[in-house]
T-cell receptor, first 114, second 111 residues
Framework: GAVVSQHPSRVICKSGTSVKIECRSL??????MFWYRQFPKQSLMLMAT?????????EQGVEKDKFLINHASLTLSTLTVTSAHPEDSSFYIC??????????FGPGTRLTVL | KNQVEQSPQSLIILEGKNCTLQ??????????LRWYKQDTGRGPVSLTI?????NTKSNGRYTATLDADTKQSSLHITASQLSDSASYIC??????????FGTGTSLTVIP
């Protein structure tokens, strides 16, 4: 089956630093990639949708200047959490959708901001 | 308002027993409904996907049903195993590829 990877799987950083998370579709081309955030015992919350080569569309309440998304190719999207604070600590999950419309989730990245 | 509600919120069952998880939705226009299993600290993994015309789909010990008239779906797990302990998420997509997530059911299987 299609595989989506995320790197790193977990990261711990100091408050005020920036963290970059990569999402890759390993064996298919993703027309669209989605970034989600999941707090403990809650469901996934969509943060933004990105299409290759164009600007991401952010959900209401998500700061685009804080969560920078780059979708440089059909197999790679990155999420950069700028000037991270403890309240940004969460589980970040990406998903990639191929041309047929099937969507596959990555394994997630656990971000802890101290 | 497009919503997906799941019940129960959490469930504890003995190993070997069966269980059924519920998903009610108000998403319209409906495109498909998916059940995902999410292990703690991992991304969701797809179990089943059903379109409007499908009312049952199985994947091993997992059987999903869909009643598009009442906008209800269920996920039945047969002969539960300890490895079934996870969160089960119902995701309904509307035409135009909008996805709506349920809050999930946390299942714990105990020996």
């Amino acid at each position: 089956g299609a595989v989506v990877s995320q790197h790193p799987s977990r990261v711990i950083c100091k408050s005020g630093t920036s963290v970059k998370i990569e999402c890759r579709s390993l064996d298919f081309q993703a027309t669209t990639m989605f970034w989600y955030r999941q707090f403990p015992k809650q469901s996934l919350m969509l943060m933004a949708t990105s299409n290759e080569g164009s600007k991401a569309t952010y959900e209401q309440g998500v700061e685009k200047d804080k969560f920078l998304i780059n979708h440089a190719s059909l197999t790679l999207s990155t999420l950069t959490v700028t000037s991270a604070h403890p309240e940004d600590s969460s589980f970040y999950i990406c998903s990639a959708r191929e041309f047929s419309g099937k969507q596959f989730f990555g394994p997630g990245t656990r971000l802890t901001v101290l | 308002k497009n919503q997906v509600e799941q019940s129960p919120q959490s469930l504890i069952i003995l190993e070997g027993k069966n269980c059924t998880l519920q998903c009610n939705y108000t998403v319209s226009p409906f495109s498909n409904l998916r059940w995902y299993k999410q292990d703690t600290g991992r991304g969701p993994v797809s179990l089943t996907i059903m379109t409007f015309s499908e009312n049952t789909k199985s994947n091993g010990r997992y059987t999903a049903t869909l009643d598009a008239d009442t906008k209800q779906s269920s996920l039945h797990i047969t002969a539960s195993q300890l490895s079934d302990s996870a969160s089960y998420i119902c995701v309904v997509s509307a035409t135009g590829n909008q996805f709506y997530f349920g809050t999930g059911t946390s299942l714990t299987v105990i020996p």
